[in-house]
């Protein structure tokens, strides 16, 4: 019962704040307008921030749960929860300062590498020794390396990166309405269920993960299809941090994580080989996405995202009652899933477009910045005060 009040909690908070938060990005004028980029699917110019909510409704209700809940902290430390939200913090700064500056890669990426320091630092699985093994013993990670003066552990470096990855896997997620704050959903409910799993049994770790479900469920009422606001650069990486941090928290619950996220991880790591194949920089956007492929075969935005959200589902669930040999048979069934999905996406766009000769072939989309591009300037003008004329509030309500 505790459980559902916090993530009714949560619920509420995040419902109530996204109204707030689209109401100051307004007036900040931090929003996506649909002529920065051809992969702009959008129709207006649209919030973002959106993150801003879903960290405050976070960060509000795991305050009043530190509080009234009392924690066993001998059990969860208390730098553990610091090392949290210190750490969301950083991620809304960086977040919302790319938003409204448009930060180039070379600087944007400095924020997630300190808020995954910063968990690394709080202790967040360094103590880690072990990992599991479905095919025999477990494997010892507590070797200790010194680099000049500093002494780190390998299981600290692997946080860190498992962090990043999780961190630019959601970030580079958010392309439809609803998609990255639906999954993280999801995975929140995954995690929250395997908390509670007799052979886990962690419930300070569920409160979290069913804190920050609540606090996405209540944001995604505004980010489904139509989406009037967006979760940014801040809730795009905050999702994918917390998904992170959990499983760590959990014991290294990693392929746990991987089958929720297994999709997006894979679609992912396979644009960012291709960008590098292609000479072209991994971190600048595109089409080549597997959420993309499917709207240009003719699914709509909602069974897009809906056809991902099933597929996270159940692969995510099941993992929750699979042991370590069951989740690997889980996370190859998964593999060849994603095989089957870009393959038949290819052929029937090369079906549909018969006269393309190379599907793989690479082409640049270079991000237009409305503050320097006169051009888009004018438009973007032209939507605020299309906006402005029609009432900003009924913009916001809607």
Not at 55 to 72: C, D, E, G, H, V
Not at 184 to 209: K, Y
Not at 210 to 233: D, K, M, R, T, V
Request: some cysteine; charged content about 15%.
């Amino acid at each position: 019962m505790s459980h559902l009040l916090w993530f009714i909690v949560a619920l509420a908070l995040s419902a109530s704040l996204t109204p707030l938060v689209k109401r100051l990005t307004f007036k900040l004028k931090v929003l996506d307008f649909p002529a920065s980029s051809p992969r702009k699917i959008h129709k207006n110019p649209t919030p973002l921030l959106g993150g801003l909510a879903v960290f405050s409704a976070f960060l509000i209700t795991l305050i009043a749960y530190i509080i009234f809940a009392k924690p066993n902290f001998n059990i969860i430390p208390f730098k553990f929860f610091l090392g949290i939200i210190l750490g969301g913090l950083v991620l809304m700064l960086g977040g919302s300062l790319d938003d409204k500056f448009n930060l180039p890669p070379k600087y944007s990426w400095l924020f997630p590498a300190a808020a995954s320091l910063i968990i690394v630092l709080s202790g967040i699985g360094v103590g880690i020794k072990f990992i599991s093994n479905p095919f025999g013993a477990p494997l010892f990670i507590g070797h200790t390396f010194s680099l000049l003066t500093f002494n780190f552990s390998l299981s600290a470096l692997l946080v860190w990166l498992w962090l990043m990855g999780m961190i630019y896997t959601t970030k580079f997620l958010d392309g439809l309405d609803g998609l990255t704050s639906g999954i993280a959903f999801v995975g929140g409910l995954t995690l929250f269920a395997l908390s509670l799993n007799e052979r886990v049994s962690q419930p300070i770790t569920a409160s979290l993960a069913i804190i920050f479900a609540g606090s996405l469920l209540g944001f995604l009422i505004y980010n489904f299809h139509p989406a009037s606001i967006f979760l940014g650069e801040a809730g795009s990486t905050f999702a994918g941090f917390m998904l992170g941090v959990l499983a760590v928290i959990l014991g290294a619950k990693i392929a746990t994580a991987l089958l929720v996220m297994g999709i997006p991880i894979m679609d992912v790591a396979w644009v960012i080989v291709r960008r590098i194949f292609y000479k072209a920089s991994p971190f600048l956007g595109d089409r080549r996405h597997l959420h993309y492929r499917l709207l240009d075969i003719g699914f709509s935005q909602k069974q897009a995202v809906l056809t991902l959200y099933g597929i996270s589902a159940i692969f995510g669930f099941t993992a929750v009652f699979l042991q370590s040999l069951g989740k690997l048979i889980a996370l190859v069934l998964l593999f060849c899933v994603m095989i089957f999905l870009a393959i038949a996406t290819v052929m029937v766009y090369k079906r549909q477009h018969p006269h393309l000769k190379d599907l793989f072939e690479y082409k640049a989309e270079k991000a237009i910045d409305p503050v320097r591009s006169p051009k888009l300037k004018i438009s973007a003008d032209d939507s605020l005060s299309h906006l402005t004329s029609n009432g900003i509030d009924d913009n916001i309500k809607s």
